[in-house]
């Protein structure tokens, strides 16, 4: 199969589940090409090993940059034109109906992002990874510079921050036009039926994890007696770090020979230190900043317990079952989770960890407290952990069931979009806002 991937910033180190995905498609014989809609990272000195074994870059198309002088940005298009004559660029032109498109038709933002389309025209699968994104595969099937089945995979925040920003109807057009759907939990699959999508064209994907990188270790309580824990995640408001702070704070006025380590960056972490000084836990909660996945699973092989404090955020953002949480389990760490989007569809709350309330730091020093105390318990929890992850989110099962996916929606297997009478019309509005 030929499958165009449309993803955001590419390649990044968080991207692992999109990663895991390209693997299992390559390593099938399949053809992948990858549209990194929003560009490369600042930083690209650390990738995950599988963008350098696949080669990924070579396969990865991206836009130009886009000028902010509203002048030069009109200039530089016309030069991207002209270089592009044999390959009827002139249909983009449509991408500036500020009527069909908004806000990214007035300034050039759509028509820009569609550059790299013209190279490749044909494919199986359109596979659009994040709602935003089937939004702009929509708008750009429907002028034809491409062509394929619509697949789209919503995966947080374009399922919650986006539509506190954009609006409840924001997806009306794409769960009309779109050919299937996928969630990569049951939460945001309900959100989606909420919204409107069509029950049967949408089922839950989970985002998948190599098992074999992940050996299982049972825990037992440190000779040194000092007890590690760890956090893993982008340092936003979402992922809840504030309050995994607070709590060892707590637990540090009795449980004294504790290490935290936090492992990501992100814009809060300036806010992070002041938080750590003011508490006086410098000696004991270390920022990491990102690391490497061979890092990563050397942290991880020494920590005792993780936790992952996720919150519902300000705009409204949330998470799914994210896989920093499943490696962790996968090792054999005991997880502390809050009861948020959907982190309970993974930890069973008692069996493999503990879920609490969100932004509840008391609760969270109550149960990693409990742990300490407890630790005849690791082991259990951490093998129940294991087992999780492997019935739900082994990637080669999971890659294989997208597979099928695929092949069932080429042969027309997966129900089909069902027009209402007050469908929309080729060639109607199509609004696309980036986040």
């Not at 933002?109 to 596979?127: E, G």
């Not at 919503?154 to 969630?183: A, H």
């Not at 049951?186 to 050996?215: M, P, T």
């Not at 955020?313 to 997880?335: C, F, I």
Request: net charge neutral; with cysteine.
């Amino acid at each position: 199969m030929k499958i165009a991937l449309l993803v955001g910033t590419f390649p990044t180190l968080s991207v692992s589940f999109i990663l895991n995905q390209i693997k299992g498609l390559l390593d099938d014989g399949h053809e992948v090409d990858i549209y990194a809609i929003d560009g490369r990272p600042e930083d690209v000195s650390k990738v995950h090993p599988i963008v350098k074994e696949y080669k990924l870059l070579e396969r990865t198309y991206y836009p130009p940059e886009r000028p902010q002088n509203d002048g030069w940005r009109w200039l530089k298009l016309l030069g991207l034109l002209l270089v592009n004559l044999d390959k009827n660029p002139l249909v983009l032109l449509q991408l500036i109906d500020k009527a069909r498109f908004g806000k990214e038709a007035k300034d050039q933002r759509l028509l820009y992002k569609a550059i790299p389309f013209l190279n490749r025209k044909s494919y199986d699968i359109i596979h659009c990874q994040f709602g935003i994104f089937g939004l702009m595969a929509l708008a750009f099937r429907d002028i034809g510079i491409i062509n394929g089945k619509i697949l789209t995979t919503f995966r947080g925040y374009d399922i919650s921050k986006y539509l506190q920003k954009r609006g409840d109807r924001v997806y009306d057009q794409l769960f009309e036009k779109g050919d299937f759907f996928l969630t990569n939990c049951d939460y945001f699959r309900q959100r989606a039926i909420q919204l409107g999508c069509d029950e049967n064209k949408i089922r839950v994907l989970g985002s998948g994890i190599d098992c074999h990188k992940f050996a299982f270790t049972p825990r037992y309580f440190p000779a040194d007696g000092r007890v590690r824990i760890v956090s893993i995640g982008r340092l936003i408001e979402k992922k809840g770090i504030e309050y995994g702070i607070r709590a060892i704070a707590k637990l540090a006025q009795v449980h004294p020979n504790l290490e935290y380590n936090i492992i990501g960056d992100g814009l809060l972490k300036e806010d992070f230190q002041n938080l750590v000084a003011e508490l006086g836990v410098g000696h004991i909660v270390n920022l990491l900043g990102w690391k490497q996945q061979e890092e990563l699973v050397k942290i991880l092989d020494k920590s005792h317990i993780l936790i992952a404090p996720s919150v519902t955020a300000a705009d409204g953002n949330q998470d799914a079952p994210v896989n920093t949480l499943k490696e962790a389990m996968a090792m054999g760490l005991p997880v502390i989770g809050t009861l948020h989007g959907g982190i309970p569809e993974l930890i069973e709350n008692g069996i493999s960890g503990f879920l609490v309330p969100e932004r509840d730091p008391d609760a969270i020093a109550q149960n990693v407290s409990y742990l300490i105390e407890h630790p005849e318990l690791w082991q259990s929890m951490g093998q129940a952990g294991r087992a999780r992850v492997e019935q739900k989110y082994d990637m080669y099962k999971l890659n294989q069931e997208l597979l099928e996916i695929y092949q069932k929606l080429l042969n027309s297997d997966l129900p089909q979009p069902q027009f209402s009478n007050q469908s929309v019309e080729a060639g109607s509005s199509v609004f696309i806002t980036t986040v």
